[in-house]
């Protein structure tokens, strides 16, 4: 279920063109630079870093999240095709898409899983080291936001930037080390 809230966000994002940051803000760059799409490019950029997932946050970790990652990938190309997407306003385009994807990274953090790539990192980086999650990906997020200047036009970046806001929203209220694990 979080791996297809955060691919219909993903897909509100492509039709605004729109971005947010982490592996899936690299994916959104190379899919508005070049003729490849969301889906597949997500994918591979994920690769590397289940060697960190397998090594650090163990076997459970990796196969979820991978599982997580290729729904992600595979539904983010089939969403377009079930739903048409007309005209959007754009500050609900962000709004909503943030919250979707961010919602989605939630169910997936609470249930030993991510979207891979940055994710993984900030899993690690909280549980090793107490570094929130949801601050660490709103890092990464306004570096990968501003890498975009170049890319995509003024309106979108703002409003990608707003997306990034709504989604880190989530993560930073929600997601607290130690919260919804079983205790016994």
Known sequence: MGALFASFGIAIFTHMNFLIGGTAGVAFLTQYSTSL??????????????????KKLGWEFTIKTFLAVFTVSFASEMVPMVFEFGEINPFFAALFGGFLIGSGLLMLFRHNASLGGLNIMAIFLQDNYGISAGKFQMLIDTIIILAAF???????????????????????????????????
């Open 150 to 184: 170049f890319i995509v036009d003024w309106k979108a970046l703002a409003f990608s930037v707003l997306a990034a806001v709504a989604l880190n929203i989530i993560l930073a209220i929600n997601h607290k080390p130690g919260r919804y694990r079983v205790m016994t």
């Open 37 to 54: 799409t969301f889906g597949p490019v997500f994918f591979v950029i994920n690769l590397p870093f289940y060697v960190l997932a397998i």
